[in-house]
């Protein structure tokens, strides 16, 4: 539909106009945000120095592509929190949302995929001297290239849809943090978000192929750092639309009920 | 200023008291946390004996300091410098300003979120298991040390937010800095001997990590020197010193004064 | 779809909430985490009326009257307890994207407007939201635009702009789609004179302009006086009053003040009636309605009157009065 294409160009660009505007505090996110992968990146290069130049089959250089990728990762994979529709829901905006003939959800993609534009222009700057601090090692192919642009894409959608679908846990409940804070753990450790999933004990990578936590980070960064088969690559990307779909099905069938028990209860 | 903090804290109180809920979310999400915190130790430990020369119950003890401290940086530091922060930038400080008692004392203390303390506990019993593990018992001297330098770290973290958040008066679109605060403090998860030199100065003299952190779990384990105990008080008066300065400056900027 | 006969129909509406007593003091607290106490409370308590279109109807209402309860529920963001709403011949719970492309819901202190972006970005994304034709939107937009005298203003961050130029830029974008149906709840709420007057003037313009049916809820009389002809009255959930504003002060007022002007400035009347007010030869007397034909009689055979007029009290006093009462026979 047309009209729905616009909807997303508009809509981006009104984020893009606000990203950039608030690019100092972005800044402030970012810069924290990297904390995380370094730390993780010093600890795991300090045991493979450590032990011979591997741990887990990885060498420090191998360490430092993955983390650094990561980051870029991690920013594609920024969604709406449940906390933010908790104020949401505090502030009416979502009533206002409630009256367009139009799901909300499409507002929520749109926006955050023009937010990804500002990310990855102020984040090159910081890959650029993590690089050089790092010296990660670093062979693609180009389809590695090609299936990792598409997949960060997948990661985000998938990642949109478990958010959203803990975010609606907010139409019954104003405690939803406990909830997502589990969630965030689970996903911290079976995500390849914690380490690269080929350190983890045999039984908890089985468990991560069933869920898809996998699918937002693992999958994008091992593709295009992880020397990924043809086929894994392309198999991967099918998996990620296995998972959008269940996602957005899953979505719909909440929604619904979301919907029918905020309007019963008052807003 | 005592009777002020009780006050606030008294009111604090019986707000939250209502939302017992929070209670068992705050433990649950505070075990979560540690359980992560674990099995990171965990996974580490799988793959090398020793990291950089630390053992297990050292960086156990380690992780107990920095759940400990993050407790009490979330319950009662974080709250007042976030009103504090909203506050400067939505130009509603002045009611904090207009009443009859210390601006500083006021806008440091107001806040309190007595469930946070449930992070404090936490660390707390995983700090002694560690302990536990390594000396079988807690000296007096050590002990009191430990507390020494946790007060000292604390209002080092405090005074490194202050400073911070001050800077607001200037430089008002400072959303998110608390967010890059709490990203830089997971750095305190390990202790900052590991990290590279350049890091290590950072977290040392930057953002007070090391003396939060690092430096009161060294008391326990067994790495404390006198130097960095000296060091510790020198730096924590200088930072109140410059603090208070720093606040009083940025409320003449505030007000309208001539710099 | 056929067009009904009346736009707005609604017929024994009820809405319930079911909310926790929660006491004051550290005592209930405590007590409070073992037990939980419910009551009932009827927001909205079987509410009758029909609206034709184009008419512009006036809620009136304290606070906690119900008032923003019934939109909502016209608008499809609340289900009813109980009754039956029927608007454009749709239900509104139903949310039907057909229903919420002909209506519009205004409140007078939430932003739908991007906050750090031209307002008329927003607009544009309105047009995406709502599908309009390039032409039809660019026509409308500018007739708003000069209507609402916005000039330049579209082109600041929403942001920059005081709060009244703010709210017309809301309402402005709320009407881009040219809905049939429009509910405004306290849409001049914390204006200035002038500029309460200018959205008065707007959404006058626009309900004789497209034939535009508007419910509008407001604290200010000046709003109600100004736009509706109609009245509904709400108090604790009950309707009250359903008809025309001149009617109100006639059914309810309790007195009326005839103002008397005097040859002899020193003739007492205190014994015709309260004396609200006396300038010079100007006595403002207040008599209780019933007693107004033969007080007026009185005076102007006993007394040396060379003017005399009968008004009704001010509005506000009469729908004081009226929510004082609360229980009236129709």
Redesign the interface.
């Known amino acids: 539909m047309r009209d729905m294409l616009n909807f997303y160009t508009k809509t981006m660009k009104i984020a893009i106009m606000t990203g950039f505007q608030y690019r100092v505090s972005q800044y402030f996110y970012m810069i924290g945000m990297i904390a995380e992968p370094i730390i993780y990146l010093v600890v795991w290069s300090t045991i493979a120095n450590a032990s011979g130049g591997t741990a887990g089959g990885l060498t420090a250089g191998q360490f430092a592509a993955y983390y650094i990728v990561w980051t870029l990762v991690r920013n594609i994979n920024i969604v709406f929190t449940p906390y933010g529709w908790e104020s949401r829901i505090q502030h009416g905006y979502l009533s206002g949302l409630l009256l367009r003939p139009m799901h909300p959800i499409h507002y929520d993609l749109a926006y955050f995929a023009g937010a990804k534009v500002v990310d990855v222009v102020l984040w090159i700057p910081i890959a650029t001297v993590l690089t050089l601090i790092f010296h990660p090692t670093f062979t693609a192919t180009p389809l590695a290239i090609g299936v990792f642009v598409i997949a960060i894409w997948g990661a985000y959608l998938i990642r949109s849809m478990a958010l959203w679908l803990l975010g609606m846990i907010t139409f019954w409940t104003t405690k939803v943090s406990a909830i997502f804070e589990l969630y965030m753990a689970i996903e911290l450790l079976l995500s390849g978000r914690l380490v690269p999933l080929s350190l983890l004990p045999g039984w908890a990578q089985q468990l991560s192929n069933f869920l898809p936590f996998q699918w937002t980070f693992s999958f994008p960064i091992e593709a295009l750092v992880g020397n990924l088969t043809p086929l894994q690559l392309l198999g991967g990307l099918g998996f990620q639309a296995l998972w959008v779909a269940i996602g957005w099905l899953l979505v719909q069938l909440v929604w619904r009920a979301g919907v029918r028990h905020f309007s019963s209860v008052g807003n | 200023m005592f009777r002020l903090m009780w006050l606030f804290f008294r009111v604090g109180t019986m707000n939250e008291l209502q939302y017992r809920v929070n209670f068992f979310i705050q433990l649950f999400e505070s075990l979560v946390s540690l359980g992560i915190g674990l099995v990171g130790l965990a996974l580490v430990f799988s793959h090398t004996p020793t990291l950089d020369g630390w053992s297990l119950p050292q960086l156990l003890a380690v992780l107990g300091v920095y759940t400990l401290m993050g407790g009490l940086i979330k319950a009662t530091i974080q709250p007042n410098m976030q009103r504090l922060l909203d506050e400067i930038q939505q130009g509603t400080l002045d009611y904090a300003l207009t009443k009859p008692a210390d601006s500083q004392v006021i806008v440091s203390v107001r806040e309190v979120r007595i469930w946070e303390t449930v992070d404090f506990l936490v660390g707390a019993v995983v700090l002694m298991i560690a302990v536990v593990q390594l000396h079988n018992s807690i000296g007096v001297l050590p002990a009191l040390l430990f507390a020494g330098l946790l007060v000292l770290g604390g209002l080092m973290i405090y005074c490194f937010w202050l400073i911070i958040t001050t800077g607001a008066f200037w430089l008002v679109r400072m959303d998110n800095v608390l967010e890059l605060f709490q990203g830089v403090y997971q750095a305190g998860r390990w202790p900052v001997n590991i990290y590279p030199e350049w890091l290590q100065i950072g977290l040392t003299f930057l953002v007070p990590i090391a003396f939060a952190v690092t430096i009161p779990a060294d008391a326990l384990t067994g790495r404390l020197t006198w130097q960095l105990v000296a060091g510790a008080a020198a730096l924590t008066l200088g930072l109140l010193v410059f603090a208070r300065w720093f606040w009083w400056f940025g409320l003449r900027h505030y007000s309208g004064a001539s710099a | 779809m056929s067009s009904p006969t009346h736009t707005i129909q609604v017929s024994g509406l009820c809405?319930t909430?079911s909310v926790t007593e929660?006491e004051p003091g550290?005592g209930a607290?405590?007590r409070?985490?073992v037990r939980r106490k419910f009551k009932a409370v009827k927001?909205v308590d079987a509410i009758s009326f029909e609206v034709a279109p184009g008419e512009i109807v006036g809620f009136l209402g304290p606070n906690g009257a119900g008032k923003t309860?019934t939109l909502?529920m016209l608008?499809?963001?609340?289900?009813p307890t109980g009754g039956q709403v029927s608007v454009l011949g749709h239900t509104p719970?139903k949310?039907e994207?057909?229903f919420?492309?002909q209506?519009?819901?205004i409140?007078g202190n939430?932003n739908?407007l991007?906050?750090?972006?031209p307002a008329m970005?927003?607009f544009?994304?309105n047009r995406?939201?709502?599908?309009l034709p390039e032409s039809d939107y660019k026509r409308t937009r500018d007739e708003f635009i000069d209507l609402l005298d916005l000039g330049e203003l579209v082109n600041k961050p929403v942001r920059n702009l005081s709060l009244g130029e703010r709210m017309k830029m809301e309402i402005a974008g709320a009407l881009l789609h040219r809905p049939q149906v429009l509910f405004l709840d306290e849409p001049t709420i914390g204006l200035d004179v002038t500029m309460q007057r200018r959205i008065r003037t707007f959404i006058a313009e626009y309900n004789q302009r497209y034939g535009a049916t508007v419910l509008l809820t407001s604290h200010y009389m000046a709003d109600v006086e100004a736009l509706c002809r109609r009245v509904i009255v709400i108090h604790h959930g009950k309707l009250l009053f359903d008809g025309q504003l001149s009617d109100l002060a006639g059914r309810f007022a309790a007195y009326k003040t005839i103002v008397v002007t005097l040859e002899d400035p020193t003739t007492d009347l205190s014994t015709y009636g309260t004396v609200v007010e006396k300038e010079g030869a100007q006595v403002k007397l207040r008599v209780p309605k019933a007693e107004t034909p033969r007080m007026t009689a009185l005076l102007l055979s006993e007394c040396p009157v060379s003017d005399l007029t009968i008004e009704d009290p001010p509005i506000e006093d009469v729908i004081e009065r009226v929510f004082a009462q609360e229980a009236v026979s129709s």
Do not use: E
């Open positions: 809405k909430y929660r550290l607290a405590l409070s985490l927001a309860t909502k608008s499809g963001l609340l289900y719970s949310r994207k057909d919420l492309r209506i519009t819901l409140m939430r739908q991007q906050w750090d972006i970005d927003s544009d994304l995406a939201i709502y599908h």
